[in-house]
Nanobody, 119 residues
Framework: QVQVVESGGGLVQPGGSLRLSCVAS????????VAWYRQAPGRERESVAY???????GYSNNLEGRFTISRDNAKNTVYLQMNNVTPEDTAVYSC?????????????WGQGTQVTVSS
């Protein structure tokens, strides 16, 4: 079995920072690309950033420069550093992990972590 758990969300003031974590655990033979998504109330889920197992990263919607994705392969953990946040960053943030568990590759999602940007 594989579990994915996000953490680090909370209430933050505009201009502040948060670091989200995405931890994969269980039967993991390999962890490939991990992607962060977010979904704001009343809106479609959108891609935020991704990072490959070779540490290539990509960002969406001009988030690069404010958001930074990184990973610690020894801990099967991916981070999303969010700086200079705005109310438009308010959303539930979820990660999707591409994992080789026993014999096949699959995508695994966490439950998400709420980020609220408000003064």
């Amino acid at each position: 079995q594989v579990q994915v758990v996000e953490s680090g969300g909370g209430l933050v003031q505009p201009g502040g920072s948060l670091r989200l974590s995405c931890v994969a655990s269980g039967t993991i033979r390999a962890l490939a690309t991990v992607a962060w998504y977010r979904q704001a109330p009343g809106r479609e889920r959108e891609s935020v950033a991704y990072i490959t197992d070779s540490n290539s990263a990509g960002y969406s919607n001009n988030l690069e420069g404010r958001f930074t994705i990184s990973r610690d392969n020894a801990k099967n953990t991916v981070y999303l550093q969010m700086n200079n946040v705005t109310p438009e960053d308010t959303a539930v943030y979820s990660c999707r992990c591409t994992i080789l568990s026993t014999t096949e590759w699959s995508h695994y999602w966490g439950q998400g972590t709420q980020v609220t940007v408000s003064s």
